[in-house]
């Protein structure tokens, strides 16, 4: 009880000094919520630091947290400019807040949400309404999706893109140096036959602590199938020569019975320190895949720029529906690949994937979520020249 106040005071402390620090011209900060996973804020400093050779921006990692050092929230209260993946932040009226998000809403949310309390719903949205000027967009139905969730008004939209995307975009050389590291993970003589390369991405599944997911995880099965066989599993990514990357949400990554893992010779899992070593964003290793398989994850969204078969693996499809539900219903229409929702299918699916073109359900979809003037150049690239450098 005494420390919940003493944290209390020490943020209505913090708060008030905060607003006593003037805002510095042309400082730009980025509250990177998303790690290396398709970052959004990752991107955008990189392209501000090596691109613009820009030297008053500073990349916040895991944010929000209310335990950074005071230099680092002076830093904050003293940006121009700040970007933002996650919840929107600043400090006073004259800085300018740019939320780039860190995904196409797929799954409900805010005043949409199914499971969250409509008194907390109406905080998230004031909050918003006061603090972001502006938000990235790729089209009219990202704005409309994410209008909906937050009741944010048509003003504040504007259609720069995403800049996670432009990992998709690396040169030869760095494709080639990213498809080495993800080899690197399995043995020589498997790499010997070139086999193509799957990621698996599965959005977080464990909001209803789900138990049964919890045991499976424990014995290795990252699937969450209730008939999955790993000899089959393995004896058909031999046949087919396929490897498959997997990577998890941090919370699952935890759970996750590695050595189980180990003994799989075609598939190895990644986490965040794994990315952080070699100091890439996921998107980068994306871009040298041949497929992706995820569930309800809006990362198939990002993947239909690169026009790469999508293999959607939903075997708790009605749970997650009733409990969580979708803004784009009904989920198969938006769901342009191969769906498998047991062990069998997903069997069948392995086998299939680069078997069936499906280039035209993933065009219809890519054109619903981006428009053309958006892939004419770099999301950052727009971002810099079309909104940044006119705030500053």
Known sequence: ?????????????????????????????????????????????????????????????????????????????????????????????????????????????????????KSSIEVSH???????NYITSSSDTYDTLMSACEGITNDKFIHLGFPRNDFFNIDEAKKTRRRQELERLFEPIIIENKPRILFYLPTFRMEDNNELLSEMLKAGNIFGLSDFDQDDFEAVLERENIIIVAKLHPVEEKKVNTEALNKLKHMKIIDGDWLRGYEHDLYEYLAVTDALITDY??????????????????????????????????????????????????????????????????????????????????????????LIQKLI
């Not at 004031?126 to 972001?132: A, L, P, R, S």
């Not at 892939?375 to 971002?383: D, F, P, V």
Request: charged share 25%.
């Open 1 to 117: 009880m005494l420390k919940n106040k003493l944290f209390t005071l020490y943020i209505k402390i913090l708060s008030t000094l905060l607003k006593l620090i003037p805002v510095k011209k042309g400082r730009i900060c980025i509250l990177n919520g998303s790690g290396y996973s398709g970052s959004n804020g990752l991107a955008m400093y990189k392209y501000l630091k090596e691109e613009q050779d820009y030297e008053d921006v500073w990349l916040i990692e895991n944010f929000p947290s209310s335990h950074l050092p005071f230099k680092v929230w002076f830093k904050i209260a003293s940006a121009e400019v700040i970007l933002g993946t996650h919840d929107p932040y600043k400090v006073s009226k004259k800085q300018a807040y740019i939320q780039l998000w860190h995904g196409v809403p797929l799954k409900r949310m805010g005043f949409l949400a199914k499971n969250i309390e």
């Open 297 to 386: 994850s809006s990362v198939y969204f990002d993947y239909l720029l690169m026009n790469k078969p999508l293999l959607f693996l939903v075997n708790d499809l009605q749970n997650y529906n009733t409990n969580r539900g979708f803004l784009l219903n009904p989920y198969r229409t938006f769901a342009p690949g191969l769906v498998a929702e047991d062990w069998h299918t997903f069997e069948r699916a392995l086998i299939q994937v680069f078997r069936v073109n499906l280039q035209d359900e993933r065009n219809r979809v890519k054109e619903i979520i981006y428009q053309d003037e958006y892939l004419e150049s770099s999301a950052s690239e727009q971002i810099w020249e079309q």
């Open 126 to 132: 004031k909050h918003w309404g006061k603090t972001v």
